[in-house]
């Protein structure tokens, strides 16, 4: 199987009437502390779909909306890093296979898909790319490649159903608040939490591993779908201790689960401490709201931590609680923290973001835990109708765990699942057992 490119180029927004004059956006603390990487994702669509013409333009209308994506990243005078707006485009890619798209599915995280999108390793100027592939059969398959300083995954969906829009001829709408300069640190300061090890790191205290090239290539990834029905005795089983008191969630359920049946089949040691870091949208959770339509960053991590021992000999209730606990904790008063401390302290004592993707990432014995579960990418109808599949890119990255909404949009959940060969192995004998 061998994809076909066709043409590759750079396209800009259209403006409609005199372009805007803003010339760059300075980064706000939480663009600066996720990771700095370019980040992939796949769509596939069942015929009939828009001419390549029409995504083209839709694409552009999008851009002329959100700016910030056919940018640049720089920095100013002062040296802080900013998104230029100069309208400098975005790439868009065109490609063909000779088969039908069937012959390909199910489409599961693999190597593969890395064709199915533009390169995202090496020096990227561009911070969108966009590649269409066309089957013989009229499917297409769209790969989207963004950079995650400039937007998380709630911004990247919006700005996703905005090209949709554009391309069926509507109104973009809502239309995103592009303001980063609203998050400002108290006067004096109130640092209340601790953000060292959690969000920053002094690079000149941090142990260094050294890893094999065997232990990065002995990594491998698998998609496992989690029913309804499972999902529904899992979450009664997690909130079986607490009586009259508000059930966990499917969310919380379902990592308690996981992080219980990966700790064991990782074979850790008893005494070993073992985390999860699990992103946490601060929109619904500064006071006052910030709204969906909020263009840029804004996720921080909570960190249940538990022993080894424990997380294996308690039930699945004692997971569930140490995550509700710790990521009810991540609340406004831990974001207003997070400014006042990132604003005042990282370059005092010159510390850099905790998340990584430059070097490879080994998590074990912790996790890493991101959740699409709420974000609106199956809208993204560029014509002829809701994405046949949504699925990420693939990523080798041991210890990372992506939740999202099964194709199959009964409710049902897909893990996409990072671990050592082996001990994906072990976790895939013991995954759909309950207690």
């Given at each position: 199987m061998r994809v076909r490119l066709e043409s590759s180029r750079i396209i800009k927004p259209l403006h409609e009437g005199i372009p805007p004059t803003t010339n760059h956006i300075p980064l706000s603390v939480f663009d600066k502390v996720t990771f700095d990487a370019?980040?992939?994702?796949?769509?596939?669509?069942?015929?009939?779909?828009?001419?390549?013409?029409?995504?083209?333009?839709?694409?552009?209308?999008?851009?002329?909306?959100?700016?910030?994506?056919?940018?640049?990243?720089?920095?100013?005078?002062?040296?802080?890093?900013?998104?230029?707006?100069?309208?400098?485009?975005?790439?868009?890619?065109?490609?063909?296979?000779?088969?039908?798209?069937?012959?390909?599915?199910?489409?599961?995280?693999?190597?593969?898909?890395?064709?199915?999108?533009?390169?995202?390793?090496?020096?990227?100027?561009?911070?969108?790319?966009?590649?269409?592939?066309?089957?013989?059969?009229?499917?297409?398959?769209?790969?989207?490649?963004?950079?995650?300083?400039?937007?998380?995954?709630?911004?990247?969906?919006?700005?996703?159903?905005?090209?949709?829009?554009?391309?069926?001829?509507?109104?973009?709408?809502?239309?995103?608040?592009?303001?980063?300069?609203?998050?400002?640190?108290?006067?004096?300061?109130?640092?209340?939490?601790?953000?060292?090890?959690?969000?920053?790191?002094?690079?000149?205290?941090?142990?260094?591993?050294?890893?094999?090239?065997?232990?990065v290539d002995g990594v491998a990834v698998d998609q496992f779908h989690f029913s309804l029905g499972f999902l529904a005795k899992l979450k009664a089983k997690a909130s079986s201790r607490n009586g009259n008191d508000k059930s966990y969630s499917t969310f919380e359920s379902l990592v308690a689960h996981l992080w219980k049946a990966v700790t064991k089949a990782r074979g850790l040691s008893a005494y070993q401490t073992t985390s999860v870091r699990i992103s946490v949208n601060g929109r619904m959770r500064m006071d006052p709201r910030i709204p969906n339509e909020y263009f840029g960053n804004l996720v921080l991590w909570a960190l249940p931590t538990a022993k080894v021992k424990d997380l294996l000999r308690e039930p699945v209730p004692y997971g569930a609680k140490l995550i509700h606990d710790t990521v009810a904790n991540v609340n406004d008063n831990y974001f207003r923290s997070f400014i006042d401390f990132a604003s005042h302290k990282v370059k005092e004592e010159n510390l850099v973001p905790v998340v990584d993707m430059g070097q490879s990432v080994i998590e074990c014995p912790n996790l890493d835990v991101s959740s699409w579960l709420r974000f609106p990418f199956y809208d993204l109808d560029l014509g002829g109708g809701s994405p046949y599949v949504f699925m990420p890119s693939y990523y080798p990255l041991e210890g990372t765990i992506l939740l999202l909404p099964s194709f199959i949009g009964d409710g049902s959940i897909d893990a996409v699942i990072a671990l050592f060969e082996d001990h994906l192995a072990a976790f895939k004998l013991i995954c759909y057992e309950l207690e």
């Amino acid at each position: 199987m061998r994809v076909r490119l066709e043409s590759s180029r750079i396209i800009k927004p259209l403006h409609e009437g005199i372009p805007p004059t803003t010339n760059h956006i300075p980064l706000s603390v939480f663009d600066k502390v996720t990771f700095d990487a370019h980040m992939a994702i796949i769509y596939a669509y069942h015929p009939p779909n828009p001419p390549n013409a029409t995504l083209e333009t839709g694409l552009r209308k999008a851009l002329s909306v959100y700016r910030e994506w056919a940018g640049r990243l720089s920095k100013d005078n002062d040296g802080e890093p900013i998104i230029l707006l100069n309208d400098a485009g975005v790439r868009f890619v065109e490609a063909s296979m000779d088969i039908e798209l069937d012959q390909v599915m199910p489409l599961k995280p693999s190597a593969f898909c890395l064709s199915l999108h533009p390169s995202i390793q090496g020096n990227i100027q561009e911070l969108v790319q966009v590649q269409i592939t066309r089957f013989t059969c009229g499917s297409i398959v769209v790969g989207f490649t963004a950079h995650h300083t400039v937007a998380d995954g709630q911004a990247t969906s919006n700005f996703l159903v905005a090209w949709g829009q554009a391309c069926r001829g509507l109104e973009i709408h809502p239309l995103p608040l592009h303001d980063r300069g609203i998050f400002k640190p108290r006067d004096p300061p109130c640092i209340e939490f601790e953000h060292r090890g959690v969000e920053f790191k002094n690079p000149k205290l941090e142990q260094f591993h050294p890893l094999l090239d065997e232990d990065v290539d002995g990594v491998a990834v698998d998609q496992f779908h989690f029913s309804l029905g499972f999902l529904a005795k899992l979450k009664a089983k997690a909130s079986s201790r607490n009586g009259n008191d508000k059930s966990y969630s499917t969310f919380e359920s379902l990592v308690a689960h996981l992080w219980k049946a990966v700790t064991k089949a990782r074979g850790l040691s008893a005494y070993q401490t073992t985390s999860v870091r699990i992103s946490v949208n601060g929109r619904m959770r500064m006071d006052p709201r910030i709204p969906n339509e909020y263009f840029g960053n804004l996720v921080l991590w909570a960190l249940p931590t538990a022993k080894v021992k424990d997380l294996l000999r308690e039930p699945v209730p004692y997971g569930a609680k140490l995550i509700h606990d710790t990521v009810a904790n991540v609340n406004d008063n831990y974001f207003r923290s997070f400014i006042d401390f990132a604003s005042h302290k990282v370059k005092e004592e010159n510390l850099v973001p905790v998340v990584d993707m430059g070097q490879s990432v080994i998590e074990c014995p912790n996790l890493d835990v991101s959740s699409w579960l709420r974000f609106p990418f199956y809208d993204l109808d560029l014509g002829g109708g809701s994405p046949y599949v949504f699925m990420p890119s693939y990523y080798p990255l041991e210890g990372t765990i992506l939740l999202l909404p099964s194709f199959i949009g009964d409710g049902s959940i897909d893990a996409v699942i990072a671990l050592f060969e082996d001990h994906l192995a072990a976790f895939k004998l013991i995954c759909y057992e309950l207690e």
